[in-house]
């Protein structure tokens, strides 16, 4: 079609720092898209003990409504980067987001635990196809410097807000209607995306097709399934239990084997040469401590709204929401922050704010009094959480070429997810270990380690993380 030709992802020459009205719609489309999966990690958390009661499944097998989808999200997402890079961006996501459609409305529909579970595989597939398509269209489109610094800070605002406002949603729809809307609305969305970009979304690529490096597929693939897969069964199991520590080893043995595949092979699916590049290691590094410090933190404090001071998860979910505000307001300012000093800064300020904004967590009592400091501290926490976020991503995807990007946002992607189901597993088994007669000792245990974890990133960056200002604007 003749009327695409200024296509946004057409080339690297198209990018720009100001954004015509196609690219415009081009950038909703697929801000849209991520924030609908961000939601989709925790919309049914709320809802499982409804889902359970309907579809007949036991409590201690709920957990596999969330990890089939987590397996799926985080195993995939490095492979499907790469894949992205290969075969096209704007492909691979039309294919992710009609998947995304049609096991949404089977998960809607499903009528037994079975047919749940493979929706929700479609779900998670269908995320680690679209995140890191749409991001790399993203990084893509927009030149490197503010104007990216820009779309990255509002996408990251934007999936740090939907991973908090699925808890809010997903309690809403299951207390007002039904669990199953918590599918549907994904449905509408995909419909939506799907008529809409193809009009507005359109990429080039060079005519050679490197092989994709199946081995290393296959080997990276395995390693992250197993790893997830154990560190879910932590959370449910124990640290100790065999179906635990035995994946985890079993992953650490294929991340090894998976080396040693990429060093050999001529075209390998991630050259070792890119992750010895400090930016990409450290900033990936930092990017999985903070979405695994925040998103646990949220789940520590949904436990104490509910478990200590008894409200229902509704209200619970309404309070948690002012932290998903200030992750929005973190997205907004940190592109400023990074125009103004650095990426590094912007991750290192940020993990030292939110440190500092969790420490007084650490004293929370029974009394309801805690509230409103726990608002406070929370939406200053979440704001500094988005500045760090938004600085890894860019430190992460700076300086990559074209031809890189997808899987480069697929490290970003894998980061993300990998540090959204780690950190939750690690909490739950500190308060289990610490708790006594009520949760709150644990809690505070817990707390306090998430705060820690949070101080150590902002150091551990400030020293191993090279200095890197992006470029300003051309004129």
């Known amino acids: 079609m003749a009327q695409l030709d200024e296509s946004p992802t057409a080339s690297s020459a198209t990018r720009t720092d100001r954004f015509t009205p196609l690219q415009k719609i081009a950038m909703a489309v697929l801000l849209t898209a991520n924030f609908t999966l961000a939601v989709d990690f925790s919309i049914l958390n709320v809802a499982l003990p409804h889902i359970g009661r309907d579809l007949g499944l036991a409590t201690d097998s709920l957990q596999w409504i969330v990890t089939s989808f987590a397996l799926c999200a985080a195993g995939f997402t490095l492979l499907f980067g790469r894949v992205a890079d290969l075969f096209g961006r704007r492909r691979l996501f039309l294919i992710g987001i009609v998947l995304l459609g049609v096991s949404s409305l089977a998960g809607g529909l499903a009528q037994d635990p079975p047919q749940l579970i493979v929706a929700r595989v479609g779900q998670g597939i269908a995320t680690a196809m679209v995140t890191p398509a749409a991001l790399s269209l993203m990084t893509t489109m927009a030149r490197e410097g503010p104007a990216r610094s820009r779309v990255l800070g509002l996408n990251g605002a934007l999936m740090a807000a939907g991973f908090t406002a699925g808890a809010v949603l997903g309690g809403v ?8 809307w918590a599918f549907f609305i994904n449905v509408v969305v995909s419909i939506a995306v799907t008529l809409i970009a193809p009009f507005v979304l359109r990429e080039t690529r060079g005519e050679a097709r490197p092989r994709l490096d199946i081995p290393g597929a296959i080997t990276i693939t395995s390693a992250l399934v197993a790893l997830v897969f154990g560190i879910d069964t932590a959370a449910n199991a124990g640290w100790l239990h065999p179906g635990a520590w035995g994946p985890i080893l079993a992953a650490f043995v294929l991340f090894v084997l998976f080396w040693a595949i990429e060093s050999s092979v001529a075209q390998p699916l991630l050259a070792p040469a890119l992750l010895r590049r400090r930016t990409i290691a450290w900033g990936n590094i930092a990017g999985l401590l903070a979405f695994a410090t925040e998103t646990s933190l949220v789940f520590l404090l949904t436990l104490y709204l509910q478990e200590t001071l008894g409200f229902t998860a509704v209200a619970a979910g309404l309070i948690l929401g002012l932290l998903g505000i200030g992750t929005v307001v973190g997205g907004l300012i940190a592109p400023n922050v990074i125009t103004r000093t650095s990426a590094k800064a912007a991750i290192v300020v940020g993990f030292l704010v939110q440190a500092a904004a969790t420490v007084p967590l650490v004293f929370v009592s029974d009394s309801r009094g805690w509230v409103l400091p726990l608002l406070v501290v929370t939406f200053i ?19 990559v070429p ?64 090279p200095l890197t200002k992006a470029p300003t604007p051309a004129t």
Do not use: E, F, K
Not at 174 to 180: A, C, D, F, L, P
Not at 391 to 398: E, N
Not at 405 to 419: E, F, I, Y
């Open 173 to 180: 729809l299951t207390g007002t209607v039904s669990w199953r």
């Open 381 to 399: 926490g979440g704001v500094a959480n988005l500045v760090a976020i938004v600085g890894y991503v860019v430190t992460s995807t700076s300086g």
């Open 402 to 465: 074209d031809h890189q990007q997808g899987l480069a946002t697929g490290l970003v992607t894998m980061s993300q997810q990998v540090g959204i189901v780690l950190g939750t597993p690690i909490m739950s088994a500190i308060v289990t270990a610490r708790a006594a007669a009520t949760l709150l000792p644990g809690l505070q245990a817990a707390i306090a380690v998430n705060a820690a974890l949070a101080l150590a990133a902002g150091l551990l960056v400030a020293v191993l993380l």
